[in-house]
Each structure stands twice: as C-alpha cells, then as structure tokens.
C-alpha cells in the first residue's frame, strides 16, 4: 500500500500509529542488519523499545550530542583545510561528494569508535588501516544516516548554485548574526533561521529517503475508508506529498522562505509517528553546522554557465544523477579560522 496525501499518512502513522509500528523482513535487512535487529529495522516489540531508549537517552540525546560537539567542530575543520588548500588563491573546481562523504564518514566514526575512517588517498599502512575499517562498518553506515547527510548536503548546494541570490541571502545572514570577523560555530545555528530554511525546502524536493523507510501492519484497520489487512507493507510516498500542487504553492520551486511557517505533517523528510528517524537532531547540527561553514567561508560558483543538472540517481538514498562540480575560492576569514580554532 501506498499513501501520498498528508491525511492518510495521518491516519497511517498517528491514528494507526502502533498497527504500522512493525517493519517488513526484507532480505536485504537480513543481511546486513543482523538478521533485522537493528533499530531501523526490527519489528515493534521490547527489543526495539530498548533500542529506542538506549538511542534517545545515550546516543541522539542534546546532552549526549553536546558532548561530541568537539567532534563535529575538528572535523568541519579539517574539510574547510581541504577546501581551503585548493582555492585559496582564486576560483578551483572541486567535486564535493566525496568530500562531504569523508566529512559524514569521520564524524559518525569518531563519535562510535573513537577514531578517523581517514580519506581515500592514504597510502601504505593507513591505507591497509583504512580498509579494515571500510570492512567492519560498511553494514552499519547504510543505516548511520552518513550517507543521507552528504546526499543533503550535495543537494543543497547544487540549488544554492542554481540560485544565487538565495545563496547571497545566506550569507548576508550569515554575516549580520555572526559577523564577518567570527567564524560561525554550531551554537550559531540558532540564529540562523534562513539556513535552516533552505536545508529544510532541500529536503522537501530532495528527500534522502523518498518513500520513507517501510511500515508492515500488525493488525487489520481502516485508511481512507479502506480496508487493510494484517501484514500489508505501507510505503510513504513523501517525495509526492512534497512536490503536490494542492498543497505547496509553486510545489517545484526552490523557495526557502515557504518555511518561515510551520509545514504540519505534509513536511516529513524523517518520517512522523513512533518510527520516525532517531537521529534527526544529528543529521541537523551536521548538515546546517557544513552548509553554514562553506556558504560563511567561501565564495561559489557553477562550474559552468549552464545551470547544476539536477535529475535524481538510483540508490538507498536519493543521490543526484551527476555529481556535483562547483567552483570556489577562499573569502579572507579563512585564513583566521585555519590559524585558530573554530
């Protein structure tokens, strides 16, 4: 079954919450989510409430995330030094998927165990180091949000270099709240309303998972005055509710200022109900704490004089088709924040 209107997700996942609180036992799960125990992955049940308790209290909570801001912060840093050493005299094409997918790797492998996934130039023994970590935690990174992050990310600043005076904007947001001397930080992203703005309209064209994550009914019920039998797989279809007429106005334009209200429940990119996405408020601080750092420390530009190409790959996530190639050059605060910390 599959629901693509804000009142039948409603019904699905809030008045039906706890009959669609089961997952199906995919194959794939099997095989890489230990037999579909993992937290995304196994059926509602006292195993899955320990999981959630553990993940809300020690993992995804504020204070627990307020911990590995140190994390985040050196991290930030060290993909700002990338960028940094390839445009800090003039205007250099980077890719920035790769990049972006080191920066999500780290942080998530720093915050587990304690140490860097390291990048895929390194050679000789941290080569051989950095495979057999490849190796150990490839399952648990297709479920560690690593990937959607840096899918985010790519989209975001693929529109933001396909609209420029919303870039523009940014920045000047950017500057008035933080200032042109100061480097933003993390508890900067408070104060910054317009940029969470635009990572929010990212996500509703561009959700990282656009049928959500799979429910399977426990028991039968009733969805839009339909009958639903036990077992039924449900698939949210949130990239349609997204990009529906009826509900958004100009629905396929990039329009950051549309969330200066409150969407309601036609806006889910991490799902609604008591399977929604555990780790929300990571995925948040890393991805406003990356797009504020490169909007605040450096100038961009397209690659070329034809607009980003933004048709949608194939895969767990919703990749772009065409990775993205963009031009940037270092703004003079750089070399302050690469002298200092953050």
């Known amino acids: 079954m599959v629901v693509s209107s804000p009142s039948a997700v409603e ?6 919450d706890i009959v669609f609180a089961n997952r199906p036992p995919l194959t794939m799960a099997k095989y890489v989510a230990y037999n579909c125990t993992t937290i995304g992955t196994v059926s509602y049940g006292n195993h899955w409430r320990n999981l959630r308790r553990i993940s809300t209290l020690e993992i995804f909570s504020s204070n627990r995330l307020n911990v590995f801001t140190g994390i985040r912060r050196d991290e930030i840093k060290i993909f700002l030094n990338k960028l940094y050493s ?28 304690g140490k860097r996934y390291y990048g895929e ?7 051989a180091e950095a495979k057999e970590f490849r190796e150990m935690i490839a399952e648990e990174m297709l479920f560690a949000g690593t990937e959607s992050s840096a899918v985010t990310l790519e989209w975001a600043m693929s529109n933001l270099l396909n609209h420029p005076q919303v870039l523009e904007k940014a920045r000047n947001e950017l500057e008035l709240n933080v200032g042109e001397e100061t480097f933003m930080n993390e508890s900067d992203l408070s104060k910054l309303p317009y940029l969470q703005n635009i990572i929010s309209e990212t996500l509703r064209l561009y959700p990282a998972g656009p049928l959500l994550t799979p429910h399977l009914s426990s028991q039968e019920c009733s969805v839009g005055g339909y009958h639903v039998q036990p077992n039924t797989v449900l698939l949210v279809n949130a990239w349609a509710i997204h990009r529906d007429p009826e509900l958004w106005d100009d629905a396929v334009v990039f329009k950051p200022e549309r969330f200066e209200c409150t969407p309601g429940n036609k806006f889910l990119p991490f799902g609604l109900g008591r399977r929604s996405c555990p780790g929300t408020g990571l995925a948040n601080r ?45 703004r003079n605060i750089m070399k302050k924040v690469l002298s200092s910390p953050l």
């Open 286 to 330: 890393v991805v406003g704490f990356a797009l504020g750092s490169m909007i605040h420390g450096f100038e961009w530009k397209r690659a070329s004089d034809e607009e980003i190409d933004m048709s949608e790959g194939v895969g767990l996530t919703m990749p772009k088709a065409k990775s993205l190639e963009a031009m940037c050059k270092a």
């Open 11 to 16: 019904e699905c996942l809030t008045t039906n």
């Open 86 to 113: 390839v445009s800090s005299h003039d205007f250099d094409k980077v890719e920035l998927k790769p990049m972006l997918m080191e920066l999500t790797f780290n942080i998530i492998m720093r915050m587990v165990a």
């Open 121 to 127: 130039e390194e050679t000789g023994k941290n080569k």
